[in-house]
T-cell receptor
Framework: DSGVTQTPKHLITATGQRVTLRCSPR?????VYWYQQSLDQGLQFLIQ???????AKGNILERFSAQQFPDLHSELNLSSLELGDSALYFC????????????FGQGTRLTVV | GIQVEQSPPDLILQEGANSTLRCNFS?????LQWFHQNPWGQLINLFY???GTKQNGRLSATTVATERYSLLYISSSQTTDSGVYFC??????????????FGTGTRLTIIP
């Protein structure tokens, strides 16, 4: 158990819908990262938050947004879903912004039908 | 940005064999991790190894930061070692923060 909790584990939804993925970082970790892994693909960085503030952005679509709350949990919102958004979405957390080990949650498997 | 290349892309071995997986970086790294993604999709931390050598049971890793590569050694392979192995290193963003950039992975299949 990495200590990073993601909910839900599985999500099936229809095209055009909106979903929210939730992540609770390890206790004491201030940085949260979101990654997307499409079928048989590598992990693509989406966005990073540090202590409530957005710190880095990757190839995140405009239909996607995220935030980190004062209690440090984070949510990734995916809207106007398309079939191609089906993927594993991972959250990771680390103690600080740099030079620290990152730990990953179990992921949310999103299927858009 | 930094590029991360892993080799080989695929590896099929008999149970009990040894293997070496390689990770090359296009730039120097100061924060390198190895992960194992099991067949259920879980990403498991193997090593946090900015430099030097570490060992954990049948697995060991070596990072030579000055030469921009890292190696993961798996000895006496077991079927539970099957999965995809990723290395990941930092990419400095405009804010000066680091985010992990993943390699494309090595898919390891251990045959009983």
């Amino acid at each position: 158990d990495s200590g990073v909790t993601q909910t839900p584990k599985h999500l099936i939804t229809a095209t055009g819908q909106r979903v929210t993925l939730r992540c609770s970082p390890r206790s004491g970790d201030l940085s949260v990262y979101w990654y997307q892994q499409s079928l048989d693909q590598g992990l693509q960085f989406l966005i990073q938050y540090y202590n409530g503030e957005e710190r880095a952005k990757g190839n995140i679509l405009e239909r996607f947004s995220a935030q980190q709350f004062p209690d440090l949990h984070s949510e990734l919102n995916l809207s106007s879903l398309e079939l191609g958004d089906s993927a594993l979405y991972f959250c990771a957390s680390s103690r600080d912004r740099r030079n620290t080990e990152a730990f990953f949650g179990q992921g949310t498997r999103l299927t858009v039908v | 940005g930094i590029q991360v290349e892993q080799s080989p892309p695929d590896l099929i071995l008999q149970e009990g064999a040894n293997s070496t997986l390689r990770c090359n970086f296009s730039d120097s790294v100061n924060n390198l991790q190895w992960f194992h993604q099991n067949p259920w999709g879980q990403l498991i931390n193997l090593f946090y190894i900015p430099s030097g050598t570490k060992q954990n049971g049948r697995l060991s890793a070596t990072t030579v930061a000055t030469e921009r590569y890292s190696l993961l050694y798996i000895s006496s392979s077991q079927t539970t070692d099957s999965g995809v192995y990723f290395c990941a290193g930092p990419l400095i963003s405009n804010f000066g923060n680091e985010k992990l950039t993943f390699g494309t992975g090595t898919r390891l299949t251990i045959i009983p």
